[in-house]
């Protein structure tokens, strides 16, 4: 796959510089090609791969869409502290797009599949679609003398103008929070106000020193697919141990609490030296899959990474990957 953004920016300081009016086009395109057999199977009446890079068409997609933006941000340095205030009201309005291949093909065939499985054609589609909407939003930073991030909090209401949607998108609630210089709270939560529920909340502790690094997420979320409610709740871990200025170990794990299952777990470690650094690591993700017949069926990737960088030249990746049915 080959991706191209291009944004393009304008900005106008306005009434002494207490305004700031921004314009942006964006220009995003993306070519997408499959290598492998063309081995497939049918489900539902539409031909689905067998496997990951079996069956689907070479794609094109393209697509703009303009943006405008009023700004405005106060800063003011107390005794102890200084605060920053920003207010944010901007418009987005999606422009011209086309779909060619495997992108057309998942407008048409693949949406139904992959609102109930993460199968096939839904891992290559990664294109967030971008609405017509106007938004205002609240944010605020308190900083330290010495100029380190204390806080940082941020509010978000989109209103949307699409047929499909709710008026009134998910109210967004993100907040930031470093309790120690070595240990952080971290919130990002959706409010449905048409369902009147939150709708997806995450929750993070972060410990970080220059030795053993640490943090445990959890994540819920409250979604209808179909008129039908369905809940998530993952548990994830991570940690890192830098053993010397050249050698660190991590490790990695996913569990999903409402279906009571592991989803994914990781090791491996990195050796740095001078310009260049290898990593090493092995990687066990459970995905779902619908069987031939339809029925509801999961698969086990197994997976070996193995990455040199040569900076600031670039890298490469090499991956042994098996696959097995749970």
Same mark, same amino acid.
């Given at each position: 796959?080959?991706e191209?953004?291009?944004?393009?920016?304008l900005?106008?300081?306005?009434?002494?510089?207490?305004?700031?009016?921004?314009?942006?086009?964006?220009?995003?395109? %993306?070519?997408i090609?499959?290598?492998?057999?063309?081995d497939s #199977?049918?489900?539902?009446?539409?031909k689905? &791969?067998? &496997?990951a890079?079996?069956?689907?068409?070479?794609?094109?997609?393209a697509?703009?869409?303009?943006r405008?933006?009023?700004?405005?941000?106060l800063?003011?340095?107390f005794?102890?502290? $200084?605060?920053?205030?920003? !207010? $944010?009201?901007?418009?987005?309005?999606?422009? =011209?797009q086309?779909? =060619?291949?495997?992108y057309?093909?998942?407008e048409k065939?693949?949406?139904?599949?992959? /609102?109930?499985?993460?199968?096939?054609?839904?891992e290559?589609?990664?294109?967030?679609? !971008?609405?017509?909407?106007?938004?205002?939003?609240?944010?605020?930073?308190?900083?330290?003398?010495?100029?380190?991030?204390?806080?940082?909090?941020r509010?978000?209401?989109? +209103?949307?103008?699409?047929?499909?949607?709710? @008026?009134?998108?998910?109210?967004?609630?993100?907040l930031r929070?470093?309790?120690?210089?070595?240990?952080?709270?971290?919130?990002?939560?959706f409010?449905?106000?048409?369902?009147?529920?939150?709708?997806?909340?995450?929750?993070?502790?972060?410990?970080?020193?220059s030795?053993?690094v640490?943090?445990?997420?959890?994540?819920?979320?409250? @979604?209808?697919?179909? $008129?039908?409610?369905?809940? &998530?709740?993952? +548990?994830? =871990?991570?940690?890192r141990?830098?053993? /010397?200025?050249?050698?660190?170990?991590?490790?990695?794990?996913a569990?999903?609490i409402e279906? %009571?299952?592991?989803k994914n777990?990781?090791?491996?470690?990195?050796?740095?030296k001078?310009?260049?650094?290898l990593?090493?690591?092995?990687?066990?993700?459970?995905?779902?899959?619908?069987?031939?017949?339809?029925e509801? %069926?999961?698969i086990?990737d @197994?997976?070996?990474?193995l990455?040199?960088?040569?900076?600031?030249?670039?890298?490469?990746? #090499?991956?042994?990957?098996?696959?097995?049915?749970?």
């Amino acid at each position: 796959q080959h991706e191209l953004n291009v944004p393009l920016d304008l900005q106008f300081s306005l009434f002494d510089e207490y305004l700031t009016l921004g314009l942006s086009e964006n220009i995003y395109a %993306s070519a997408i090609s499959f290598y492998g057999p063309n081995d497939s #199977v049918t489900r539902k009446g539409y031909k689905v &791969s067998a &496997s990951a890079s079996q069956g689907y068409n070479t794609g094109t997609y393209a697509r703009d869409y303009q943006r405008v933006e009023l700004n405005t941000n106060l800063v003011k340095a107390f005794d102890t502290f $200084t605060h920053s205030v920003s !207010v $944010t009201a901007a418009y987005v309005h999606p422009g =011209t797009q086309n779909r =060619t291949g495997f992108y057309a093909d998942y407008e048409k065939m693949f949406k139904e599949i992959c /609102s109930k499985n993460s199968v096939g054609p839904c891992e290559y589609n990664n294109i967030n679609e !971008v609405l017509e909407e106007a938004s205002l939003e609240f944010t605020q930073f308190v900083f330290t003398p010495q100029g380190k991030e204390k806080l940082y909090h941020r509010l978000r209401q989109p +209103l949307i103008y699409e047929d499909g949607y709710n @008026k009134y998108g998910d109210l967004e609630n993100e907040l930031r929070y470093d309790i120690t210089d070595n240990l952080n709270y971290y919130n990002n939560t959706f409010y449905n106000h048409q369902r009147n529920v939150i709708s997806k909340t995450l929750n993070t502790l972060g410990y970080n020193n220059s030795v053993f690094v640490f943090n445990a997420s959890h994540l819920y979320q409250d @979604k209808l697919v179909n $008129t039908k409610r369905l809940f &998530s709740r993952y +548990l994830t =871990t991570n940690a890192r141990y830098n053993y /010397s200025s050249r050698w660190q170990y991590f490790a990695g794990y996913a569990y999903d609490i409402e279906n %009571s299952e592991t989803k994914n777990r990781n090791i491996g470690f990195l050796f740095k030296k001078r310009c260049w650094n290898l990593q090493l690591q092995y990687v066990e993700n459970i995905r779902p899959a619908l069987g031939t017949s339809g029925e509801a %069926s999961a698969i086990q990737d @197994k997976v070996l990474y193995l990455t040199l960088n040569l900076n600031p030249l670039g890298g490469f990746e #090499v991956d042994y990957k098996k696959s097995e049915n749970e």
